[in-house]
């Protein structure tokens, strides 16, 4: 009945934080060890009882000041530099940002919403059909979980607990190959479709988006550098980021006033409690499954199907393609962790950055496949293309996407090498 009260709040369209909420509190009636209410608030409350999760808050604040800032459109200004001459530029332009801002924003919904805004129309300006400039854009979104900074990240790192700081690592190599995966399907794609050839700005114009631009570019230096060189933690990297946006599109572009601060302020608290109320309903519904021994189960019933680490982590890929469709990302991850990291690392002795590269990326894509797609319908809404239109444009990358899942789940190295060194 537990299960059939779940399926029951989530298909009739309860938000994801109250379905685990209240399906954890149906368990507790019905099961009679009613004693774990006194529990209950407290496992809420632990569930969110982590400085690193400080980082999530902070992570969006830096990506609303950097759009506010004006250092977005900059951002897509550099990536002209580099990619606009090719034939199909401005698709290349978009993923050359996409990978920019991952760096700096964090969160795959909030990317495919500011970046859908400020490249579609351009796209479709110089004759790019509108549902594969939307598709490319959400496609982008997809690096947002795996190129640092990584809200999925954070969160994995905090309840796995491995340092934050190695996840980031860990995802350098598999964001670089995921990215040059989508530069390969837009060249073929370009190639059938024959894109609009694209150009090169003028000598000056270049040198001018590129004094403008660099300044733009120290937010994921300070982030990644700051992480990788030791001079701050994530959610003190967060926190630079988020000062840095502030300076620079206050003082050097000056598009953002102050007048505007309030507002983003509102916006950040309101997405960061919606996230941080998820992480709570999630983590008491994952005490329940742990009281109830479901990683024991799941263990033995896998142990006797598989004992190769590669078919384990195959297996794992298609069961969280399936959950992706369904349940947020966040919700899912907070899920399937105590369920499946110990397996990982005890049965098949699996590094746990790679179990997380590999969970991240494969409920992230949850976003851009149906029924629920939430990625599909913010690039729908903010673009007007249909969703399904978006979708069938999306296949390639998507299929992308799964070829670079098998890569990771063979080469335990490229989540690996750079943490080993």
């Known amino acids: 009945m537990t299960i059939a009260v779940f399926l029951l709040l989530l298909l009739g369209a309860v938000p994801i934080a109250l379905v685990l909420a209240l399906t954890a509190m149906w368990y507790i009636q019905v099961s009679g060890n009613t004693v774990l209410f006194d529990s209950y608030p407290q496992q809420l409350f632990s569930a969110i009882e982590s400085y690193g999760l400080l980082a999530i808050p902070l992570f969006m604040l830096a990506g609303e000041l950097m759009n506010e800032g004006g250092l977005t459109r900059r951002l ?51 004759g790019y059909d509108k549902p594969y400039s939307a598709a490319i854009t959400a496609a982008g979104g997809l690096l947002s979980p795996i190129i640092p900074p990584s809200m999925l990240f954070v969160l994995f790192g905090v309840m796995a607990q491995v340092p934050i700081a190695e996840m980031f690592i860990a995802g350098l190599l598999p964001g670089l190959l995921l990215g040059a995966s989508f530069f390969v399907v837009i060249a073929l794609v370009g190639l059938v479709q024959q894109y609009p050839k694209g150009q090169w700005p003028s000598r000056r114009q270049a040198l001018h988006d590129l004094l403008w631009g660099l300044p733009a570019l120290l937010i994921p230096v300070i982030i990644i550098g700051g992480i990788l060189w030791g001079i701050a933690t994530p959610t003190e990297s ?184």
């Open 76 to 126: 897509i200004a550099l990536a002209r530099i580099l990619v606009g001459g090719f034939r199909g530029g401005l698709a290349y332009i978009n993923l050359v940002a996409n990978m920019m801002m991952a760096a700096i924003i964090g969160s795959a919904a909030s990317q495919i919403a500011i970046m859908s805004r400020a490249m579609v129309p351009a796209m479709e300006q110089e």
């Open 238 to 421: 967060a926190a630079l980021a988020s000062l840095a946006a502030l300076i620079m599109g206050r003082f050097v572009y000056r598009d953002l006033r102050l007048t505007q601060l309030p507002q983003v302020l509102t916006r950040t608290a309101i997405n960061a409690g919606l996230v941080i109320m998820l992480i709570a309903a999630a983590g008491v519904f994952g005490w329940v499954v742990v009281y109830e021994r479901l990683p024991q189960m799941a263990a033995a019933w896998i142990a006797a199907f598989t004992s190769d680490p590669f078919v384990f982590l195959l297996l794992v890929i298609g069961a969280l393609l399936l959950v992706g469709m369904v349940i947020d990302g966040i919700a899912a991850l907070i899920l399937v962790v105590p369920i499946l990291m110990p397996i990982a690392q005890s049965q098949f002795a699996i590094s746990p950055y790679q179990f997380g590269v590999v969970v991240c990326l494969t409920l992230v894509m949850g976003l851009l496949t149906p029924p629920v797609g939430a990625g599909l319908f913010i690039a729908s809404s903010m673009t007007g293309a249909p969703p399904l239109k978006i979708f069938r444009a999306l296949l390639p990358f998507l299929l992308a996407t799964l070829v670079t899942l098998v890569l990771l789940a063979w080469f335990p190295w490229l989540t690996n090498g750079l943490i080993q060194r």
